[in-house]
């Protein structure tokens, strides 16, 4: 049985399994996905997906860049 959640950029799908349970998290520039027995699951637990800014971050370096290339030849 699978579930799917879909929120803005961010997608996750849940499947059932006979055993465990199998969560895959997408977003817009990160894929996590991981497989938690059904013993394993507690209240108590938190699980974190940490975000890489890398991608983001050089991106707009790279547009202030260009934007300030265009405005210098203008």
């Known amino acids: 049985m699978t579930f799917e959640n879909k ?3 961010t997608r996750q799908h849940f499947e059932l399994k006979k055993s465990s349970l199998k969560v895959d998290v997408r ?3 990160d894929r996590t996905e ?3 027995s ?3 699951i507690d209240y ?3 699980i ?3 975000f890489n800014h890398g991608l983001l ?3 707009i370096f790279a547009f202030a860049i260009g934007l300030l290339l265009a405005l210098a030849s203008s």
């Open 7 to 9: 929120r803005n950029f």
């Open 34 to 36: 991981y497989e938690v």
């Open 57 to 59: 971050v050089s991106s």
């Open 44 to 46: 108590k637990r938190k």
């Open 48 to 50: 974190q997906v940490i």
């Open 38 to 40: 059904y013993e394993h």
């Open 27 to 29: 977003t817009l520039f």
